[in-house]
């Protein structure tokens, strides 16, 4: 299995549009130690030829035009991306799925409750349905990837229910209860040659089911919105904090560092960064602080093949 980063930040990337904090200037000035960063993605192959997307995000035409993989190379209208895989319906999930109309044939992989809220949307009528399959995915069953021509990727993909939230702009109407309802908010596991990959950008917290799941898997890349549940209140950038916003922080008791410490994972990787956590800085005492406990930081273009 291949595997490569896309995009490394949370929602608004890093530097995001209307932040003039520190470390936004920074990225915006070309700071090597303040890498830019792009929106949470991540591209997985089985052959290195033929791509399938985790997440569809609003960065995803720059992605591609970074990314040499993702570069048509066969017929005069192709593209080696054959699918898209999605984790939940917020933004910076779904909003890159625009980018791909033109009539390009691709499989659309989500859960029925992410698939209803494409399905209210007439925006997303323009990725054709002669074009473009949507499929369900119901939670826990596993399944194989195919390739567009009918053969196996030989990646065996499943979805399974991680505590989140729903979409912000869903919040309110028949979604009273912002945790959200099962299939809302799921993680991706991967496996391919006995490995296993497991993509969760969003978590609100750390369970037994999940835990037990994580335990033994080759690459994890997992939520890292924020350092601090208050930090974006603290820093005056908004009036959330992490819990309101459906993910757990990195540091703390009930942080992610501390939840990881005894579960066996070969490599750790924190992807959805959020432009306030200073874990982006390279030179933070934050980013060596995580590094120290085995914690890796996802940037774009970052290889993380099992
Ligand atoms: C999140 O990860 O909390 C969401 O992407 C926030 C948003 O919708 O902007
Ligand atoms: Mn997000």
């Known amino acids: 299995m291949k595997a490569v980063v896309l995009g490394a930040a949370a929602g608004g990337g890093f530097p995001q549009w209307n932040s003039n904090a520190e470390a936004c200037r920074r990225a915006r000035a070309g700071d090597s130690k303040a890498a830019a960063r792009t929106q949470a993605s991540l591209a997985v192959s089985g052959d290195g030829e033929r791509w399938f997307l985790i997440n569809a995000s609003p ?4 992605q591609i035009q ?16 054959e699918g898209v895989i999605l984790t939940g319906a917020d933004v910076d999930a779904i909003a890159g799925l625009l980018h791909l109309r033109e009539r390009q044939p691709f499989s659309l992989y989500a859960t029925q409750r992410v698939l209803d809220v494409l399905d209210a949307n007439p925006i ?3 990725l054709s349905p002669e074009c473009v399959l949507r499929e369900e995915v119901p939670l826990g069953q596993p399944f194989t990837l195919s390739h567009l021509d009918g053969s196996a990727s030989g990646l065996e993909v499943e979805l399974f229910d991680v505590p989140g939230k729903v979409a912000l702009y869903l919040e309110g109407g028949r979604n009273t209860d912002l945790a959200g309802q099962p299939g809302d908010t799921v993680g991706v596991e991967i496996r391919a040659d006995g490995q296993r990959l497991i993509y969760i950008p969003g978590c609100a917290r750390m369970t037994d089911a999940l835990r037990r799941r994580l335990s033994g898997a080759a690459v994890v890349l997992f939520d890292g919105t924020l350092w601090r549940d208050d930090e974006m209140v603290a820093l005056g950038l908004g009036p959330k904090t ?5 993910h757990m922080s990195v540091s703390g008791p009930d942080g992610t560092v501390a ?9 750790r990787i924190l992807i959805h960064i959020n432009n306030s956590n200073p874990i982006l800085l390279d030179d933070s005492a934050e980013r060596i602080a ?11 273009g970052m290889e993380v093949s099992p």
């Open 59 to 62: 960065d995803l035409r720059q």
């Open 66 to 81: 970074a990314q040499p993989i993702l570069h048509p190379r066969r017929a005069l209208r192709s593209s080696p991306i």
């Open 124 to 126: 997303f009528g323009v």
């Open 290 to 300: 995580v590094e120290k406990e085995g914690w890796e930081v996802a940037y774009d």
């Open 242 to 246: 992490g819990q309101r916003m459906g």
């Open 259 to 267: 939840a990881f410490r005894d579960i066996p994972v070969k490599r």
